[in-house]
């Protein structure tokens, strides 16, 4: 049975605002950033990209070596996101907040399949790694299409996510 929206079990308060409290810190920074990135980017909300991009912009020692086992500049690829979603036309001063309705529904989407990744796994708070894998096992997801141009499958990203996890960011 689905949970109902602002309940004890959701990640949003009755009023709409993100409860940053069900994220590990990492998670909460990388989710804040998103939100200075989709300004940065002239988005009216956050989008998936924007929740990557934040991810890559404070990376925590999981991200990092997912990164490393991808053989990716975690910077370089943070700059080749920003620069391929930034839009000319737009307002740089939007009032972008972690509330519902500057969040796409996509993005709803993924920080409630993130929670939900988190509580499988019996944790109560959602890692930045729960954030990463269920963006890159999204259907459609438009983050795993820019891979994928460049020959990278969502699958290949996510095992490497994976290992990445299990091994607690060793390399």
Not at 136 to 163: D, N, Y
């Amino acid at each position: 049975m689905a949970t109902p929206e602002g309940s004890a079990g959701d990640i949003f308060c009755p009023g709409g605002r993100l409860r940053l409290d069900v994220f590990e810190p990492a998670a909460s920074d990388a989710i804040t950033d998103s939100l200075r990135l989709a300004r940065e980017t002239r988005w009216d909300s956050v989008r998936s990209p924007h929740v990557f991009m934040g991810l890559l912009a404070v990376p925590d020692e999981n991200i990092r070596n997912w990164g490393e086992r991808l053989g990716a500049d975690l910077p370089k690829l943070l700059a080749q996101f920003q620069e391929l979603f930034h839009q000319e036309e737009g307002e740089a001063d939007l009032p972008v907040a972690p509330h519902r309705e500057f969040l796409s529904d996509n993005v709803i989407r993924l920080l409630r399949d993130a929670h939900q990744r988190a509580v499988d796994r019996g944790r109560d708070r959602v890692t930045s790694m729960d954030l990463l894998i269920c963006l890159l096992t999204a259907p459609q997801s438009i983050v795993a299409e820019c891979f994928e141009r460049i020959g990278v499958t969502a699958a290949k990203l996510t095992e490497i996510a994976v290992i990445a996890e299990q091994h607690g960011g060793t390399a």
